[in-house]
């Protein structure tokens, strides 16, 4: 029987464990044995393993975390490592990794295929959707809608006390989150990476934008979404400078963790089962060092080093609406 490894590594995403039970159930399937390494690549070189059947996995997609559990492993950037994860693939029988994780973790893949010989397969689960090659992400969709159901909540507030809010959202150095959850929550203002690269937004504009923004509507919520890492000390720092140099009373909220808790939406769990079948099916077909990924409906499979060395852009209509269709401000009057 051929025996297969799976792990879960770097930052955890909703979807991870239906992705899991997914591989699982594809393998058996095929007549496939799996065997799990825990914590990520820590357990891959602790040799921290249990084999996985589908009873194990039957009653996991619903929940967020993954039951193999993930961890981050800084030494397995070392040559040593690599080589002892490969001892321990061989030793064990192994002849193929899935490696279900983000960009990061697919370096990890790429790092180890230099002293593995065993096939390496990507199955990209990270909240930020900041892979290249593939439409989306696992646990891209769950975060979307965690960030929309708090922007609504805070519109509730905000609304009420005719206040300035800043809800700053995950995203690692990519605004997917922030924009999508922006849009679906009918944000007024987004501070994304990919829009301060261009035009860093000076506090100045930003004042300008919410006194203008009262004057076309009159009183009531102005509600900002702030990518993590867009501005120095966050959403706290930049409330607390918005009330001390302007005397605009406004309130941070940070998201957090929050972000990756909780039921996967319906998307993220047809996703991480397609994917993980698509995983397993690309190893039968002999692929290696491939993600696989989805692209306008159809599966696809794309180069491990394309996914982080290219970038998937921000849509440009989602960015076009919401800077002029749905922007209070028009152009003519913004300067
Ligand atoms: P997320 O973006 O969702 O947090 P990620 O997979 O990008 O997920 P990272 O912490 O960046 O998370 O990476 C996970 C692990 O991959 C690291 O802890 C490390 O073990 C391994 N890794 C990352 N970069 C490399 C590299 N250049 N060489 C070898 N291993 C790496």
């Known amino acids: 029987k051929q025996r297969i490894g799976v792990l879960t590594s ?22 496939m044995e799996v065997m799990a390494f825990r914590h990520g690549y820590e357990g891959l070189l602790n040799n921290e393993h249990v084999p996985l059947k589908s009873a194990d996995v039957l009653h996991v997609l619903q929940y967020s975390g993954t039951i193999i559990k993930s961890a981050r492993c800084p030494r397995f950037k070392e040559v040593e490592s690599a080589q002892l994860a490969a001892n321990n693939l061989d030793s064990l ?5 899935v490696v279900i ?8 893949a790429h790092h180890l295929s230099q002293y593995w ?5 990507g199955v990209p689960g990270t909240i930020d959707n900041d892979l290249y090659g593939t ?3 696992i646990g891209y969709s769950t975060a979307v809608a965690i960030a929309m159901d708090a922007l609504d909540k805070i519109r509730d507030t905000a609304d009420a006390m005719d206040r300035v809010f800043i809800v700053e959202v995950m995203g690692r150095h990519a605004g997917f989150i922030g924009l999508k959850s922006a849009m679906a929550a009918g944000a007024e203002r987004m501070i994304l ?12 504009a930003l004042v300008k934008h919410i006194k203008r923004v009262e004057e076309v509507r009159g009183a009531g919520s102005y509600v900002m979404v702030l990518s993590e890492h867009q501005w120095p000390g966050g959403a706290v720092a930049l409330s607390e400078q918005l009330e001390a140099e302007y005397n605009m009373p406004c309130r941070p909220c940070l998201l957090g963790h929050i972000q990756r808790g909780g039921p996967p939406t319906p998307s993220d769990r047809v996703l991480a089962s397609e994917l993980g079948v698509h995983a ?22 794309v180069p491990l080093v394309d996914t982080w060395t290219k970038k998937n852009p921000l849509d440009a209509n989602l960015l076009r609406i919401q800077h002029e269709i749905f922007n209070p401000v028009k152009k003519s009057t913004r300067s």
């Open 10 to 31: 770097g930052g955890d995403a909703p979807g991870m464990n239906a992705a899991l039970r997914a591989v699982v159930l594809a393998a058996e399937h095929y007549g």
């Open 93 to 97: 029988g192994i002849s193929a990794l």
């Open 101 to 108: 994780g983000g960009d990061g973790s697919f370096r990890g």
């Open 117 to 121: 010989k065993g096939q390496i397969i």
């Open 135 to 137: 439409d989306a992400t």
């Open 193 to 204: 990476p990919e829009l301060q690269k261009d035009k860093p937004l000076t506090i100045a």
């Open 280 to 301: 397993v099916e690309l190893i039968l077909q002999g692929k290696t060092e491939v993600m696989a990924g989805i692209k306008a409906g159809e599966m696809v499979e």
